[in-house]
Structures are given as structure tokens and as C-alpha cells.
């Protein structure tokens, strides 16, 4: 058996793109620091909205092969060589936006069954044997039923591998600190007349944002910035970056976060406001 790093890491996410946006400056620095870096996509996205106009006949499957595509090229760029979709490619497909007639489509990832779709995970666990797991909350940050269904497949492959002798020690959500939000919108507002975006997005439709003191852990991902936003630039059918902002297919400006932050949900904090994800598991240093 060939001997593991003594950092592993492992993200849940449930379309390409959304690891990019969420934990980019993240999984560049850890795949710099030599941590065994490990993401588990669940979906190709094939029902998401294409901004390029000469792409915008891709749709279905074939947007999805396209779409995968972009996710290797966004690994390459973030230095991260072991990345896979859930139960093989096409096992599960989008879900759609909540309320669409598409979540009732028995192949979408919404109707997966969860210990089934676990159970999927749980064998990359086994096999990984990763330290920390990062997934978003319960809400799936924004409410897309594909991001609430890869929050309880995830939390669900924890339990069960634990149970099958891996238990993972650190599990973190992703989370944004409102006044780092804030001022970040700020900045956004300032910058807006020179950017190719007419209008600013709203803080309260970024995915995870939170008070303050729910967060534990932000990671300095300054250091990897280039890499984060190259990642994002790959993902050309989803994302339309432009120095320190992108915009999705609402052409509504966003800030570019390269120092990222992190609700610890299971595991004991290194330190009282950690700076890095392994804090205080053995071994990991």
C-alpha cells in the first residue's frame, strides 16, 4: 500500500464550480503544502445556466461533459490531482433550482438516496483516510436543493464511516463572516464603475455568510490568489471573473474571497481561532 501524506483533506461539492468559488486559495495551499487533497463532485451541473453566448447552445449532457471538462482544467490550476465525481460519472445528475419540475426527475442527485449516495463517499473515505471533511450547512449555503442533498450525503458518509472504522476527526461547513462581507461589498461598491458588471450582487445571497462568532477557522489563502481566480476563469460556462470580483449567470458582481472561513461543526478546535484546518490532530502536522 503506498504510504499516505500526513494531511488529508477532503471536499464534498455538489456541482464544478462550486469548489472553485468556496475553497479555491484553500485547496491550492494545501495541495502546495503536500496534503493529499481530495474532491468528490456530485453532479456534472448539467442544468446550469451558460454565460459565453458561443457556449450557450451546450445543455443536458453535453453540457455536463463540458462542464467537466472546466473542473479538470480548474484542478490543474489549483495544483489538485485527485478529484471525482460520486458514484462514477453519471451517476447522479442536477437537480435544478428548488421548485423546478426537474427535482422530481428520479435520476437527479435531489432524489438520490442518501445512504445509498453515502455509501459512495464512504468508500473514498476508506480509501483516503481523510483527517477533515469540508461540506456546506445544512441549507446548502444558498438553498439549491443539489447543495442541501450534498450537506446530508456527506454528514451521513461521516457517521457510516465512522462506523466502518474511519472516523473523521474534523468536519467543517464553509462560512462567510459577515463583516468580512461587508466590507468586502464595500470595496465592491467603490470598485463598480470600473468593472465590466453594471450591478453589485447583495451579501445575504453569498453562500454561508453568518455573524461573526460562528466562525472558527480562516485560512490565508493570499499566497495562492492567482491560482484561486484561474480556477474560477476555468469554470468559463459558470463564472465571468474579473480581477478581485466575478459574476455568475446573473451578471451581478460578487467579491473574489482568497482568504477563506469555516464553520468547525465536529472535532475539537486547535486554537481559539484557528489558521489552519489540521490544527490539533496528531500527526498532522
Not at 122 to 132: A, K
Request: proline fraction near 6%; hydrophobic fraction near 40%; glycine fraction near 10%.
Amino acid at each position: 500500500m503506498t504510504e499516505q501524506p500526513a494531511r488529508r483533506l477532503l471536499l464534498v461539492h455538489a456541482h464544478p464550480d462550486d469548489e472553485s468559488i468556496n475553497n479555491g486559495a484553500t485547496m491550492a495551499r494545501y495541495a502546495a503544502e503536500g496534503a493529499r487533497v481530495t474532491l468528490v463532485t456530485c453532479t456534472l451541473g448539467e442544468l446550469g445556466e451558460v454565460i459565453p453566448p458561443g457556449l450557450r447552445h451546450l445543455t443536458g449532457a453535453a453540457l455536463g461533459e463540458h462542464r467537466r471538462g472546466e473542473l479538470t482544467a480548474a484542478m490543474r490550476e489549483l495544483g489538485v490531482a485527485d478529484f471525482r465525481l460520486l458514484g462514477g460519472a453519471g451517476r447522479y445528475q442536477d437537480s435544478g433550482m428548488t421548485g423546478l419540475p426537474d427535482n422530481d426527475d428520479p435520476a437527479c442527485f435531489w432524489q438520490a438516496d442518501v445512504d445509498q449516495a453515502a455509501g459512495y463517499l464512504v468508500e473514498v473515505i476508506l480509501e483516503v483516510r481523510p483527517q477533515v471533511l469540508v461540506t456546506y450547512d445544512d441549507h446548502g449555503g444558498y438553498g439549491h436543493p443539489d447543495h442541501i442533498q450534498a450537506h446530508r450525503v456527506a454528514m451521513r458518509a461521516v457517521e457510516l464511516a465512522a462506523d466502518a472504522g474511519w472516523p473523521i476527526p474534523k468536519v467543517y461547513w464553509n462560512r462567510v463572516p459577515r463583516t468580512i462581507g461587508e466590507q468586502a461589498f464595500a470595496r465592491l461598491h467603490a470598485d463598480l464603475p470600473g468593472l465590466p458588471f453594471t450591478k453589485a450582487a447583495v451579501l445575504d445571497d453569498v453562500p454561508g455568510v453568518v455573524d461573526d462568532e460562528r466562525i472558527t477557522t480562516e485560512i490565508d489563502g493570499t499566497a495562492h490568489a492567482t491560482a484561486k481566480s484561474a480556477a474560477m476563469a476555468a469554470h468559463a460556462t459558470q463564472i465571468d471573473v474579473s480581477g478581485a470580483y466575478f459574476a455568475l449567470s446573473n451578471e451581478l458582481a460578487q467579491p473574489l474571497f482568497t482568504t477563506e472561513y469555516y464553520e468547525l461543526v465536529r472535532g475539537e478546535p486547535g486554537d481559539i481561532r484557528e489558521t489552519d484546518l489540521f490544527s490539533g490532530i496528531e500527526g498532522a502536522s
